[in-house]
């Protein structure tokens, strides 16, 4: 494989749009749940609600803050690295992402401020409203992500003029059904971050015997939160499926690893597809179940992958493994929470250490659940840039040099892997201390933005603690 | 339509390069500031706002993408290392404002990260607004120049002078915010830095003539573009004023000001082209549905709601900065 400044800059895209989701996916979640703390803390006025909620905003802040700055590098991509793509669907894709940026500039940056530092300031009931705007926030960013991302997947409401995609439709574009499945699909996910991250950490302070009242309220509502989701994003998921199998054919005949029209069609369960002998070996597979799952019928002719020529064809490995992946990690999550709300209900999940450790250590699921679901959808889409309109090859800036797109590159992995590197170790500190180490009320404004939440809080604590740390 | 969100783009550029070029000259200070009581009084005076500064860079990118695709395309692709540089300098910048309180052992590393990541980031912002000036090399609407076709020395003059411009910004926002030695320290920095810059000044004027370059004839061509020396001039003269009577409160908007009829001799003289002289903003901008979408709801509503959030939280963080006890 030759190292060309297309495949350079895909790498790169991938690279820079995988660790960026990493945290708004945290971050829309724990903003939800926050806001859910602190309207419970106002009702019943438990005092370790508020823990909670002061534990946790300590940790948003942090993930929000790495959010942000990988996100103003997405901001500049598009035009650095597609200048053609940016030429061409700039009429479309710009405004979409000037909504995103403006409505939650608005919201976010108005109110975050409030959320952090304005506790002794405002109402609680104002407080409590602010907490919600963020919420908010997070969730308007992610609606306009989605909007911009399918209408790359399913172009509407738009004509080519002058060799640019002009819209003439813009209520198609935003209330496109695709958006309507994949905005629901990518929050569940959110929210599901979130509620197994919280989960995860109280079954961690169970396990350890820390923290007793915050632990049991962190697993309770989390495992709960996940036990209910998780169907109900099964069903979103089940809905994308539809669209990709109405719109997207060689996407859905990637991801099922069909090589050729089957009538009734059979499901791969897991199998080696090997592009070259257009097969695939070691297939384990169900006979009629992928008519069934691919359109509701015992009998249904499905599309293979050889209808199309290998030009239009998306690469085959990287959408079948991902997609069974994510499944994978669905199945793991819910049998999780499950067990775990099961026995949380019956009061004797303490006891059952081993499924403790299972929800410590299911952290990790919900984040390769996403990042997996992502490679789906975006690989699956290749060739294409705009599905069906505009080719990847077609989009990458014209003279862009292979020695520039190798230096980028590796400036942002070897930036990227240092802010994440030590990022995630400040988080991993903020969560060994736990909640309580930290005063309840917050102290006065020294910031009003994410990425030095947690330093007056740290500027406060004595030098042996933070000594202490060090080691 | 189109003349809003040339509005609208000038303003949020401005209100970037006003915003972030004093908390980015703060940074270059910070470099230069060997003291750990003073460089934690530095970093309180900007520590609240740095972020929502940072936004307007976004908020330009993204409305340069909708409104005006072809200069977005064009632009980012042409600056692509120098973007990249910029892009790496504001993010170890940004996250050393939050590691930075999180060690002791380690804190050199975002020391240094914060101060060169922010000299980067200002150095390579005049730089580009050099390359513009210069003129880049585009036919067909498309950048046609090198890896490194944007590099001149004039490029690099005006990439110096933009870092002492901010340096400049930095020291009268410390002498609004600080007290004590931060502020005696920026007093002292500012008839130097002040200074430099005219001198700066002159060099670029002078390598333009040299040059021959275009945007001089276009100073030659609308001399009521004068104005702005001339406004520029009466700012300096107050800023000169108030560092002697050691007035806290006015050198940072007479510095803004200078910034202001910089920034208005530059628009000014591009006009109407939007990269000189060779696309225009009526052959750059989007077509009227995407401009009129975004006026509807973004242009009219959001936009005026974030400069309010912008001053409110200005305003909410007024005064001088407290300074925390040393806890270390």
């Known amino acids: ?471 | 339509m189109i003349l809003f969100w040339v509005a609208i783009l000038a303003i949020s550029v401005l209100l970037y390069v006003l915003l972030d070029g004093m908390d980015l000259g703060v940074g270059i200070l910070f470099g230069v500031t060997r003291d750990e009581a003073r460089r934690r009084a530095m970093m309180g005076a900007v520590a609240p706002i740095w972020d929502g500064n940072e936004t307007w860079l976004v908020v330009t990118g993204v409305v340069l993408w909708g409104a005006f695709p072809i200069v977005y395309a064009t632009l980012l692709s042409a600056f692509y290392l120098p973007l990249l540089v910029m892009l790496a300098g504001l993010i170890l910048r940004g996250v050393a404002f939050e590691f930075r309180q999180k060690t002791l052992r380690m804190r050199w590393l975002w020391n240094l990260s914060f101060a060169a990541g922010s000299l980067l980031a200002a150095f390579i912002q005049g730089l580009m607004v050099g390359a513009l000036v210069k003129g880049l090399p585009i036919s067909h609407g498309r950048y046609a120049g090198s890896e490194l076709g944007w590099l001149s020395p004039f490029a690099i003059w005006c990439g110096i002078g933009l870092t002492l411009g901010y340096a400049l910004l930095g020291a009268c926002w410390l002498v609004r915010k600080c007290e004590a030695e931060v502020r005696d320290a920026a007093y002292r920095l500012i008839p130097s830095l002040s200074v430099a810059l005219v001198a700066f000044l002159i060099i670029v004027f002078a390598v333009a003539l040299h040059d021959h370059l275009l945007v001089m004839n276009r100073w030659l061509e609308r001399p009521y573009l004068f104005i702005f020396p001339l406004i520029a001039l009466f700012a300096a003269i107050r800023l000169a004023l108030s560092v002697r009577q050691r007035r806290d409160g006015p050198p940072i908007f007479m510095a803004a000001l200078t910034f202001g009829c910089a920034f208005g001799t530059l628009a000014i003289s591009f006009w109407p082209y939007m990269i000189p002289f060779s696309i225009t903003i009526a052959a750059a901008a989007a077509p009227h549905a995407s401009l009129a979408f975004m006026f509807w709801g973004a242009g009219l509503f959001v936009f005026p709601l974030m400069l309010i959030y912008t001053a409110t939280s200005l305003r909410v963080f007024r005064g001088k900065v407290i300074a925390s006890p040393e806890p270390y």
Request: proline content about 6%; charged content about 15%.
């Open chain 1, 1 to 471: 494989m030759t190292l060309t400044p297309l495949l350079l800059s895909r790498l790169q895209f991938a690279f820079t749009i995988t660790f960026h989701i990493i945290f708004p996916s945290f971050t829309i979640g724990l903003a939800a749940w926050l806001t859910v703390l602190e309207a419970l803390h106002l009702l019943t006025g438990r005092a370790a609600y508020r823990q909670v909620f002061e534990f946790w905003l300590k940790i948003f802040g942090v993930a929000f803050g790495l959010g942000v700055v990988s996100g103003v590098v997405m901001a500049f991509q598009f035009g650095s690295n597609w200048s053609e793509l940016a030429r061409m669907s700039g009429p479309i894709q710009g405004p979409l992402l000037s909504y995103e940026t403006f409505t939650a500039f608005a919201l976010e940056a108005g109110f975050l401020g409030v959320l952090l530092f304005g506790r002794r300031r405002v109402a609680p009931s104002f407080y409590l409203f602010s907490t919600a705007m963020v919420a908010l926030g997070t969730m308007f960013s992610a609606f306009w992500i989605m909007v911009n991302n399918s209408w790359m997947q399913v172009p509407v409401g738009y004509v080519i003029q002058g060799g640019s995609f002009v819209p003439n439709d813009w209520a198609k574009i935003i209330f496109s059904p695709i958006v309507w499945v994949r905005f629901p699909h990518m929050l569940l996910a959110a929210f599901l971050t979130g509620a197994v991250c919280v989960a995860a950490t109280g079954a961690w302070y169970m396990l350890q015997r820390r923290f007793a009242d915050e632990a049991r309220i962190m697993l309770a509502m989390g495992l709960y939160c996940a036990a209910v989701l998780l169907p109900v994003q099964l069903v979103f998921g089940h809905l994308n499926g539809d669209y990709i199998h109405h719109y997207q054919p060689t996407k859905f005949a990637a991801v099922e690893g069909r090589w050729r029209d089957e009538q009734p069609a059979s499901e791969v369960l897991l199998a080696l597809p090997d592009p070259r002998s257009e097969s695939n070996h070691y297939s384990i597979s169900v006979p009629v179940l992928g008519s069934l799952v691919g359109s509701m019928s015992f009998t249904s002719k499905e599309v293979g992958l050889t209808d199309y020529p290998p030009r239009d064809r998306p690469p085959v490995l990287i959408p079948f493994f991902a997609f069974r992946i994510m499944v994978g990690c669905w199945v793991i999550m819910l049998l999780v929470a499950w067990v775990g709300s099961y026995l949380n209900r019956m009061k004797r999940i303490e006891q059952r250490r081993a499924v403790l450790w299972a929800t410590f250590l299911s952290f990790p699921l919900p984040f390769i659940a996403t990042i997996t679901g992502w490679f789906t959808a975006e690989v699956g889409r290749q060739p294409w840039t705009v599905y069906g309109v505009l080719r990847t090859a077609d989009a990458v800036t014209p003279f862009l040099t292979t020695r520039a797109a190798m230096i980028s590159l590796l400036v942002f992995c070897t930036i990227y892997s240092f802010i994440f590197a030590f990022g995630v170790f400040y988080i991993y500190r903020l969560l060994r201390a736990g909640p309580g180490v930290f005063p309840v009320l917050a102290p006065a404004a020294t910031s009003s933005r994410p990425m030095s939440v947690s330093q007056a809080e740290l500027d406060r604590r004595p030098a042996q603690a933070v000594a202490e740390q060090e080691s």
